[in-house]
Protein backbone atom coordinates (compact mmCIF):
# COMPACT_ATOMS: atom_id res chain seq x y z
CA UNK A 1 0.00 0.00 0.00
CA UNK A 2 1.55 3.67 -0.63
CA UNK A 3 2.24 5.09 1.93
CA UNK A 4 -0.32 8.53 0.36
CA UNK A 5 -3.06 7.80 -1.60
CA UNK A 6 -6.80 9.67 -2.50
CA UNK A 7 -9.83 7.55 -3.89
CA UNK A 8 -12.22 8.85 -5.65
CA UNK A 9 -14.95 7.23 -3.76
CA UNK A 10 -17.66 7.99 -0.84
CA UNK A 11 -15.46 7.63 2.57
CA UNK A 12 -18.65 5.18 3.17
CA UNK A 13 -16.88 2.77 0.91
CA UNK A 14 -13.65 2.82 2.94
CA UNK A 15 -14.00 -0.57 3.96
CA UNK A 16 -12.63 -2.23 0.36
CA UNK A 17 -9.57 -0.19 0.42
CA UNK A 18 -8.08 -1.75 3.67
CA UNK A 19 -6.58 1.53 4.67
CA UNK A 20 -4.71 1.62 8.26
CA UNK A 21 -6.43 3.98 10.98
CA UNK A 22 -5.41 7.05 11.55
CA UNK A 23 -3.77 9.19 14.54
CA UNK A 24 -5.66 11.86 13.31
CA UNK A 25 -8.37 12.66 11.19
CA UNK A 26 -8.91 16.23 9.61
CA UNK A 27 -11.64 17.01 7.46
CA UNK A 28 -13.58 20.15 6.28
CA UNK A 29 -17.00 18.85 6.03
CA UNK A 30 -19.99 20.02 3.13
CA UNK A 31 -20.83 23.45 5.19
CA UNK A 32 -24.83 23.50 6.20
CA UNK A 33 -24.60 27.09 4.38
CA UNK A 34 -27.93 25.60 1.63
CA UNK A 35 -28.27 27.57 -1.77
CA UNK A 36 -26.71 30.82 0.21
CA UNK A 37 -22.68 29.65 0.10
CA UNK A 38 -22.17 33.00 -1.42
CA UNK A 39 -24.19 35.33 0.94
CA UNK A 40 -22.37 38.65 1.39
CA UNK A 41 -19.20 37.51 -1.13
CA UNK A 42 -18.86 39.78 -3.72
CA UNK A 43 -19.11 36.48 -6.73
CA UNK A 44 -22.86 36.77 -5.74
CA UNK A 45 -22.66 39.50 -8.47
CA UNK A 46 -21.27 39.33 -11.99
CA UNK A 47 -17.62 41.29 -11.31
CA UNK A 48 -18.29 41.46 -7.68
CA UNK A 49 -20.31 44.77 -8.08
CA UNK A 50 -23.97 44.40 -7.59
CA UNK A 51 -24.73 47.12 -9.75
CA UNK A 52 -23.96 44.52 -12.55
CA UNK A 53 -26.79 41.69 -11.31
CA UNK A 54 -26.41 38.49 -10.09
CA UNK A 55 -23.79 36.03 -11.17
CA UNK A 56 -24.41 32.04 -11.54
CA UNK A 57 -23.17 32.12 -8.01
CA UNK A 58 -25.87 33.81 -6.48
CA UNK A 59 -28.19 31.32 -4.49
CA UNK A 60 -26.01 28.62 -5.33
CA UNK A 61 -24.85 25.69 -2.68
CA UNK A 62 -20.59 25.31 -3.10
CA UNK A 63 -21.13 21.93 -4.18
CA UNK A 64 -23.93 20.15 -5.36
CA UNK A 65 -22.72 17.13 -3.00
CA UNK A 66 -23.27 19.57 0.31
CA UNK A 67 -27.08 18.19 0.38
CA UNK A 68 -26.36 14.83 0.36
CA UNK A 69 -23.42 15.21 2.93
CA UNK A 70 -24.63 12.74 5.97
CA UNK A 71 -22.89 13.64 9.51
CA UNK A 72 -23.85 11.11 11.35
CA UNK A 73 -22.19 8.59 8.72
CA UNK A 74 -19.15 10.91 8.78
CA UNK A 75 -18.99 10.28 12.52
CA UNK A 76 -19.38 6.44 12.40
CA UNK A 77 -16.37 6.67 9.68
CA UNK A 78 -14.16 8.85 11.93
CA UNK A 79 -15.12 6.45 15.12
CA UNK A 80 -14.36 3.40 13.51
CA UNK A 81 -11.09 4.52 11.33
CA UNK A 82 -9.27 6.55 14.53
CA UNK A 83 -6.51 3.89 15.99
CA UNK A 84 -7.60 2.39 19.10
CA UNK A 85 -7.70 4.23 22.37
CA UNK A 86 -3.94 3.17 24.10
CA UNK A 87 -3.26 1.94 27.12
CA UNK A 88 -0.80 4.99 28.19
CA UNK A 89 -0.91 8.49 28.24
CA UNK A 90 -0.16 10.93 25.44
CA UNK A 91 -0.80 8.89 22.32
CA UNK A 92 -4.09 9.13 21.75
CA UNK A 93 -5.41 10.17 18.69
CA UNK A 94 -8.17 13.09 17.83
CA UNK A 95 -10.13 14.08 15.14
CA UNK A 96 -10.27 17.92 14.08
CA UNK A 97 -13.36 19.18 11.76
CA UNK A 98 -13.71 22.80 10.32
CA UNK A 99 -17.38 23.77 10.46
CA UNK A 100 -19.83 26.31 10.03
CA UNK A 101 -20.61 27.88 13.98
CA UNK A 102 -24.05 26.32 14.75
CA UNK A 103 -22.61 22.91 12.99
CA UNK A 104 -20.23 22.60 15.93
CA UNK A 105 -23.22 22.13 18.28
CA UNK A 106 -24.61 18.83 16.01
CA UNK A 107 -21.18 17.63 15.71
CA UNK A 108 -20.33 17.85 19.67
CA UNK A 109 -24.04 15.98 20.06
CA UNK A 110 -22.66 13.09 17.18
CA UNK A 111 -19.07 12.72 19.03
CA UNK A 112 -20.76 11.95 22.36
CA UNK A 113 -23.22 9.26 20.34
CA UNK A 114 -19.80 7.68 18.37
CA UNK A 115 -17.33 7.78 21.48
CA UNK A 116 -15.70 10.85 20.76
CA UNK A 117 -17.44 12.60 23.74
CA UNK A 118 -14.82 15.54 24.47
CA UNK A 119 -14.23 17.97 22.58
CA UNK A 120 -11.74 21.59 22.43
CA UNK A 121 -13.52 24.56 20.13
CA UNK A 122 -11.26 25.62 17.97
CA UNK A 123 -11.34 29.19 16.34
CA UNK A 124 -9.00 29.95 12.82
CA UNK A 125 -8.30 33.64 12.72
CA UNK A 126 -8.49 35.66 9.03
CA UNK A 127 -7.12 39.02 9.14
CA UNK A 128 -9.70 39.79 6.48
CA UNK A 129 -13.60 39.44 6.00
CA UNK A 130 -15.19 37.73 2.84
CA UNK A 131 -18.67 39.15 3.81
CA UNK A 132 -17.39 42.38 2.25
CA UNK A 133 -21.12 43.52 1.20
CA UNK A 134 -22.24 43.31 4.90
CA UNK A 135 -19.18 45.58 5.88
CA UNK A 136 -21.10 48.89 6.13
CA UNK A 137 -24.15 47.50 7.66
CA UNK A 138 -22.57 44.90 10.75
CA UNK A 139 -20.02 43.41 12.60
CA UNK A 140 -18.66 41.05 10.32
CA UNK A 141 -16.98 37.30 10.26
CA UNK A 142 -13.06 37.04 10.04
CA UNK A 143 -13.09 33.62 11.89
CA UNK A 144 -13.60 29.65 11.13
CA UNK A 145 -14.21 27.25 13.49
CA UNK A 146 -13.64 23.64 13.83
CA UNK A 147 -13.85 21.12 16.47
CA UNK A 148 -10.68 19.17 17.99
CA UNK A 149 -13.06 15.78 19.04
CA UNK A 150 -11.81 12.70 21.33
CA UNK A 151 -12.34 9.60 23.09
CA UNK A 152 -11.23 9.82 26.54
CA UNK A 153 -7.62 10.34 26.89
CA UNK A 154 -5.89 13.77 26.07
CA UNK A 155 -4.55 13.38 22.07
CA UNK A 156 -0.88 13.09 21.65
CA UNK A 157 0.34 16.60 22.04
CA UNK A 158 3.61 18.06 20.78
CA UNK A 159 3.99 21.50 21.58
CA UNK A 160 7.59 21.81 22.42
CA UNK A 161 6.78 23.14 25.95
CA UNK A 162 4.90 25.82 24.55
CA UNK A 163 1.74 26.85 25.65
CA UNK A 164 -1.06 26.15 21.99
CA UNK A 165 -3.81 28.45 21.94
CA UNK A 166 -7.36 27.11 21.20
CA UNK A 167 -7.12 30.30 18.51
CA UNK A 168 -5.19 29.83 15.79
CA UNK A 169 -4.03 32.48 12.83
CA UNK A 170 -5.34 31.80 9.33
CA UNK A 171 -1.77 31.05 7.77
CA UNK A 172 -2.40 32.71 3.82
CA UNK A 173 -1.13 30.00 1.41
CA UNK A 174 0.91 31.67 -1.18
CA UNK A 175 3.02 28.27 -2.04
CA UNK A 176 0.04 25.86 -3.04
CA UNK A 177 -1.93 26.39 -6.61
CA UNK A 178 -5.56 26.72 -5.89
CA UNK A 179 -7.76 23.81 -7.29
CA UNK A 180 -10.69 24.52 -4.88
CA UNK A 181 -12.82 27.13 -3.75
CA UNK A 182 -12.84 26.19 -0.08
CA UNK A 183 -9.15 25.09 -0.10
CA UNK A 184 -7.85 24.72 3.35
CA UNK A 185 -3.72 26.68 3.64
CA UNK A 186 -1.63 24.10 4.00
CA UNK A 187 0.51 25.59 6.57
CA UNK A 188 -2.10 25.56 8.69
CA UNK A 189 -3.45 22.20 8.31
CA UNK A 190 0.73 21.56 8.83
CA UNK A 191 1.03 23.25 12.19
CA UNK A 192 -2.17 20.83 13.14
CA UNK A 193 -0.63 17.86 11.76
CA UNK A 194 2.66 18.90 13.80
CA UNK A 195 0.38 19.26 16.88
CA UNK A 196 -1.08 16.36 17.11
CA UNK A 197 0.84 13.17 15.04
CA UNK A 198 4.66 12.47 14.85
CA UNK A 199 6.53 11.18 11.83
CA UNK A 200 5.29 8.18 9.98
CA UNK A 201 1.78 8.49 11.57
CA UNK A 202 -1.37 8.23 9.73
CA UNK A 203 -3.23 11.24 8.85
CA UNK A 204 -7.06 10.99 6.89
CA UNK A 205 -9.31 13.56 5.29
CA UNK A 206 -12.44 11.74 4.15
CA UNK A 207 -13.51 14.91 2.83
CA UNK A 208 -10.29 16.06 1.07
CA UNK A 209 -11.20 18.40 -1.55
CA UNK A 210 -7.97 19.67 -3.42
CA UNK A 211 -6.22 17.44 -1.33
CA UNK A 212 -4.20 20.14 0.71
CA UNK A 213 -4.40 17.67 3.58
CA UNK A 214 -2.83 15.17 2.17
CA UNK A 215 0.02 17.13 0.86
CA UNK A 216 0.46 19.10 4.08
CA UNK A 217 0.81 15.29 5.83
CA UNK A 218 3.11 14.08 2.83
CA UNK A 219 5.20 16.86 3.18
CA UNK A 220 5.57 16.19 7.43
CA UNK A 221 6.32 12.97 6.83
CA UNK A 222 3.13 11.32 7.48
CA UNK A 223 1.41 8.79 6.10
CA UNK A 224 -2.11 9.82 4.61
CA UNK A 225 -4.96 8.58 3.06
CA UNK A 226 -8.32 10.41 1.89
CA UNK A 227 -11.08 10.32 -0.18
CA UNK A 228 -13.35 12.65 -2.82
CA UNK A 229 -16.22 11.68 -4.64
CA UNK A 230 -16.11 14.19 -7.35
CA UNK A 231 -14.46 13.44 -10.37
CA UNK A 232 -12.72 17.04 -11.06
CA UNK A 233 -11.74 17.49 -7.22
CA UNK A 234 -10.66 13.93 -7.45
CA UNK A 235 -8.58 14.95 -11.16
CA UNK A 236 -7.03 18.10 -9.57
CA UNK A 237 -6.18 16.84 -6.40
CA UNK A 238 -4.30 14.08 -7.12
CA UNK A 239 -2.55 16.29 -9.60
CA UNK A 240 -1.75 18.64 -6.88
CA UNK A 241 -0.84 16.36 -4.44
CA UNK A 242 1.82 14.06 -6.63
CA UNK A 243 3.81 17.16 -8.30
CA UNK A 244 3.92 18.80 -4.91
CA UNK A 245 5.43 15.81 -3.22
CA UNK A 246 7.54 14.99 -5.89
CA UNK A 247 8.59 18.23 -4.95
CA UNK A 248 9.24 18.23 -1.72
CA UNK A 249 11.38 14.98 -2.48
CA UNK A 250 14.15 16.21 -4.53
CA UNK A 251 14.74 19.54 -2.10
C1 LIG B 1 -15.43 21.62 2.06
S1 LIG B 1 -14.76 20.62 0.80
C2 LIG B 1 -13.14 20.17 1.38
C3 LIG B 1 -12.07 21.12 0.98
C4 LIG B 1 -10.70 20.66 1.45
N1 LIG B 1 -10.57 20.74 2.88
C5 LIG B 1 -9.60 21.48 0.84
O1 LIG B 1 -8.78 22.08 1.55
O2 LIG B 1 -9.52 21.50 -0.41
C6 LIG B 1 -15.66 19.14 1.03
C7 LIG B 1 -15.39 18.12 -0.06
O3 LIG B 1 -16.00 16.89 0.34
C8 LIG B 1 -16.46 16.21 -0.81
N2 LIG B 1 -17.45 15.23 -0.32
C9 LIG B 1 -18.74 15.45 0.06
N3 LIG B 1 -19.30 14.32 0.48
C10 LIG B 1 -18.34 13.33 0.39
C11 LIG B 1 -18.31 11.92 0.66
N4 LIG B 1 -19.38 11.29 1.13
N5 LIG B 1 -17.16 11.23 0.44
C12 LIG B 1 -16.07 11.86 -0.06
N6 LIG B 1 -16.03 13.18 -0.36
C13 LIG B 1 -17.15 13.91 -0.13
C14 LIG B 1 -17.01 17.34 -1.69
O4 LIG B 1 -17.07 16.96 -3.06
C15 LIG B 1 -16.00 18.47 -1.42
O5 LIG B 1 -14.98 18.53 -2.37
Known amino acids: MKEVELYNDHFQNYKVYGIPKAQ ?6 PYNLGNNAYASNPSWYVDGDNKNGESDKAGKQFFDTDKDFRPAEFMHFCSQMLVKEPKTK ?6 IIFCEFEDQFRYIELGKRYGLG ?6 FRKNFSSQ ?3 ANMKVVGNCEYGLLLYRDK ?34 LLRRLIEIFTDKGDVVID ?7 TLLAAAQLGRKAYGFEI ?7 ANKLVLSQVQQTLFQ
Open 154 to 187: LPKFNNDGRMIFNCFDWVQDNETPKVHNTQKPVP
Open 24 to 29: LIIADV
Open 206 to 212: PCAGSGS
Open 118 to 123: KYINLV
Open 90 to 95: KSAPCM
Open 230 to 236: KKKFFAD
Open 132 to 134: VLK
